[in-house]
């Protein structure tokens, strides 16, 4: 089955400075990496997701790029701000109507 | 986007009982939903996938008698915990895909075992 790696485990950056966060995944039918950002005690809230049929997407401060022949894709976020401090998962699945599988997660603080 | 609603959202039992949660695809049918479980600072483990009008798969490793799913109609999963313990206590948490889209996540559940 599907398994995810997330790195880093955890991210302490200043405010206005980038983020990176990667990723890889080891099922090569996987065609779908959606990012979650997860506040505590709360649901995953959908901040951005690529198909593999693109390299990459853009929405405002975040960015997602994948590279299928690595099997790695990563997330960007620009100009950090405090409210982006929570926890970030990336996932993946291989087809429609099966489970996203999870990341192990990254911290993330941004200190002003 | 769509909304999935997820009861309750927390509940403290005992050990030894049986907890049931419901999630429910409130603006769409899903004739498929997915149970998570994610312990204090770790990552969503996926327990199973709840197919409408047929029996759970399971992931490796989880109890299925222990954790009942049913998936009585296109808008309702239920996660049956059966003699919780505390080693349960978790936040457990539904989501439910329409065809080919993103996931949407229902608000989770607390459980407690005490």
């Known amino acids: 089955g599907e398994n995810v790696e997330q790195h880093p485990s955890t991210l302490s950056v200043q405010e206005g400075d980038s983020a990176v966060i990667k990723c890889t995944y080891s099922?090569?039918?996987?065609?779908?990496f959606p990012w979650y950002k997860q506040e505590l005690g709360k649901r995953p809230q959908l901040i951005i997701d690529?198909?593999?049929?693109?390299g990459e997407k853009k929405d405002q401060r975040i960015a997602v790029t994948l590279n299928k022949t690595a099997k790695h894709f990563s997330l960007h976020i620009t100009e950090t701000q405090p409210e982006d401090s929570a926890v970030y998962f990336c996932?993946?699945?291989?087809?429609?109507?099966?489970?996203?599988?999870f990341g192990k997660g990254t911290t993330l603080s941004v200190s002003s | 986007g769509a909304v999935v609603s997820q009861h309750p959202s927390w509940v403290i039992c005992k050990s030894g009982t049986s907890v049931k949660i419901e999630c429910r695809s409130l603006?769409?049918?899903?004739?498929?939903m997915f149970w998570y479980r994610q312990f204090p600072k770790q990552s969503l483990m996926l327990m199973a996938t709840?197919?409408?009008?047929?029996?759970?798969?399971?992931e490796q490793g989880v109890e299925k008698d222990k954790f009942l799913i049913n998936h009585a109609s296109l808008t309702l999963s239920t996660l049956t915990v059966t003699s919780a313990h505390p080693e349960d206590s978790s936040f457990y948490i539904c989501?439910?895909?329409?065809?080919?889209?993103?996931?949407?996540f229902g608000q989770g559940t607390r459980l407690t075992v005490v």
């Open positions: 989501s439910a895909k329409k065809a080919n889209t993103e996931a949407f």
């Open positions: 099922d090569s039918a996987s065609n779908y």
């Open positions: 690529i198909r593999s049929n693109v």
């Open positions: 996932a993946a699945s291989s087809k429609a109507g099966t489970a996203l599988i």
């Open positions: 603006d769409f049918q899903a004739t498929t």
């Open positions: 709840s197919n409408e009008g047929s029996k759970a798969t399971y």
